[in-house]
């Protein structure tokens, strides 16, 4: 088990969400090349492994996936905010996700939107974790 495994699997979640709306998706150090329209981006973002048992034999894997909705500015945020609304309900709170079955802790967050050169994000975050003997 491994934090990789657990990024590959909100990935893949991810990706079906998106091929469904037609969304680009810039995924960490792959290149992407930045569409005039919406888009997403995701990060996962690991929290230090734990072991929860005095042998060691536990493993705890925590941590937040981020998925920010970017887009121009000009025409408000209103598509945005549907589209992170949706987000929220495509990684609902408790769903298991991946052959892995890491859970998600924490409704999704959605925060105030972030203004630079001209485009918008929208950051939409969770915590998730998944235990392992």
Do not use: W
């Not at 657990?6 to 090349?33: C, S, T, W």
């Not at 485009?119 to 998944?130: D, G, K, T």
């Amino acid at each position: 088990m491994s934090q990789a495994l657990i990024k590959r699997a909100f990935e893949a979640a991810l990706e079906v969400y998106a091929n469904d709306k037609a969304l680009p998706v810039a995924y960490p150090g792959q290149a992407f090349e930045r569409p005039s329209g919406m888009y997403l981006s995701c990060h996962a973002i690991p929290a230090l492994t734990d072991s929860l048992t005095l042998e060691g034999d536990h493993r705890l894997y925590s941590g937040t996936f981020q998925i920010n909705v970017i887009f121009p500015a000009g025409d408000g945020t209103g598509d945005g905010d549907e589209i992170a609304q949706e987000l929220a309900d495509h990684f609902p709170l408790n769903a298991r996700f991946g052959a892995v079955g890491v859970q998600v802790m924490t409704p999704m967050s959605i925060v105030a939107p972030i203004i630079t050169d001209g485009l918008i994000s929208i950051p939409a975050s969770f915590s998730y974790r998944l235990d392992t003997n």
